[in-house]
């Protein structure tokens, strides 16, 4: 691969921008948990090795098990794996990584809203679209593992 921009170098704003997003989601109620299967499973659907490298990382470190992690991809039939709360918020990471399909639909919104509260759902939607920032510029510049972006 071609080696391309450092955007901490050409772009420091927009990287403070996103390490802004990054601060308000440490600060939200959502569990790190729940963080790391969103960032886990928006990596995967876009394919970006550094992130999904990272993130597997951090959910080991915060406890989360090898066989959740495995069986991410694959969620809807691993019965017993995932609580309806987590299946929602995959739902949601899902519809809103593949944003060009069919977007969030009403149906999971309105899932959603039976065990969070509107901040709550905002905060998720929040997690989901910086994970997907973060996915597009690594894919974007070529970082590799164990290359800093910051």
């Keep these: 691969m071609q080696k391309r921009l450092n955007i901490k170098e050409v772009a420091p704003n ?20 729940t963080k790391e299967l969103i960032k886990i499973r928006a990596s995967q659907i876009n394919g970006c090795a550094y992130c999904i490298n990272i993130h597997t990382q951090d959910a080991i470190k915060n406890g989360e098990t090898n066989q959740r992690i495995f069986l991410l991809n694959a969620w809807r039939e691993a019965e017993g794996i995932f609580t309806e709360e987590e299946k929602t918020v995959l739902a949601i ?9 069919n977007g969030l639909s009403d149906e999971t919104y309105t899932n959603a809203l039976q065990f969070f509260s509107e901040t709550q759902v905002a905060d998720i939607i929040t997690a989901v679209i910086t994970i997907n ?10 970082l590799q593992i164990g290359q800093s972006l910051a």
């Excluded at 920032?133 to 070529?142: A, G, I, K, M």
């Design 14 to 33: 927009a990287l403070k921008a996103m390490i802004g997003l990054e601060t308000y989601l440490s600060k939200c109620s959502m569990s790190k948990a």
């Design 93 to 101: 990471t899902e519809e809103i990584t593949l944003i060009h399909e």
């Design 133 to 142: 920032l973060w996915n597009r510029v690594v894919l974007s510049t070529h």
